[in-house]
């Protein structure tokens, strides 16, 4: 069953930067359902072990990447001009989301296409269809 705790993300002071533990573990715990509604299959006491630890590495991944985006505070824009020409730079970091949406997609994966299959639309039955295009109407 997939499980992910503070200690698994092997943060030192120095690394979580300006985030407390109490708020890397509200992440973790909100990352977590999130995952549980994408990826179902993990959470199950009989998941298969080599997909679970992909899940947790995948996670973790995000998880220390949202660390060390958060971490190192709310940035700065700078801006320089010579004359007509001028740059600006802006390093502050945004509140995007922890998962990508390619490390969903990921995540989902694992459990098989069966799970990860949602209708976009469908046509209307064969006899349905075929009265909506005759002529004559």
Not at 47 to 70: C, M, P
Not at 73 to 99: C, K, L, M, N
């Amino acid at each position: 069953m997939l499980t992910l705790t503070y200690e698994d993300l092997g943060l030192t002071d120095a690394s979580r930067g300006q985030l407390t533990q109490a708020q890397i573990e509200t992440k973790i715990v909100d990352v977590l359902a999130l995952a549980k509604i994408r990826a179902r299959c993990l959470f199950t006491p009989t998941a298969d072990a080599d997909s679970v630890a992909a899940g947790r590495a995948i996670l973790r991944e995000a998880l220390l990447r949202w660390v060390r985006r958060a971490g190192r505070g709310h940035g700065d824009v700078q801006t320089q001009s010579a004359g007509p020409f001028g740059i600006t730079v802006d390093t502050r970091t945004g509140d995007g989301s922890v998962v990508w949406p390619t490390e969903w997609a990921d995540l989902a994966g694992l459990c098989g296409a069966a799970q990860t299959a949602t209708p976009v639309g469908s046509f209307p039955a064969a006899d349905n269809y075929a009265r909506l295009f005759q002529t004559g109407c």
